[in-house]
């Protein structure tokens, strides 16, 4: 079964960075809009960030906005999302997705991926 891999997840103190990067071993990402997800204990899985398959759209949530950069590197079969002045509200597991046929705009709104990841944990804690 097709499946992304997500890594880069890891305690980290308010105000510091990550960089989580999805990447699948049996496809290519090339061809798809990736999504990022997050999924806070208790809470709804929300849409974090989304790119177009070539890079050229992206979307953001707006608690995310100024603070967290998605891009992709289809040559390494890879997306990163930075996540910068992380906030502990940003604690969560975070899932990629991929999704073919979509712009950036509605794989983030309507959580839809084709394929998805198993999840990495980030916590932001003091």
């Known amino acids: 079964q097709l499946q992304l891999v997500e890594s880069g997840g890891a305690l980290v103190h308010p105000g510091g960075s990550l960089r989580l990067s999805c990447t699948a071993s049996r496809f290519t990402l090339e061809y798809y809009t990736i999504g990022w997800f997050r999924q806070a204990p208790g809470k709804e899985r929300e849409g974090v960030s989304c790119?177009?398959?070539?890079?050229?759209?992206?979307n953001y949530a707006d608690a995310v906005k100024g603070r967290f950069t998605i891009s992709r590197d289809n040559a390494k079969n890879t997306v990163y999302l930075q996540m910068n002045s992380l906030k502990p509200e940003d604690t969560a597991v975070y899932y990629c997705?991929?999704?073919?046929?979509?712009?950036?705009?509605?794989?983030?709104?309507?959580?839809?991926?084709?394929?998805w990841g198993q999840g990495t944990q980030v916590t932001v804690s003091s």
């Open positions: 790119i177009s398959s070539r890079g050229g759209s992206t």
């Open positions: 997705a991929a999704k073919r046929l979509s712009t950036a705009q509605a794989m983030c709104a309507t959580q839809r991926g084709d394929y």
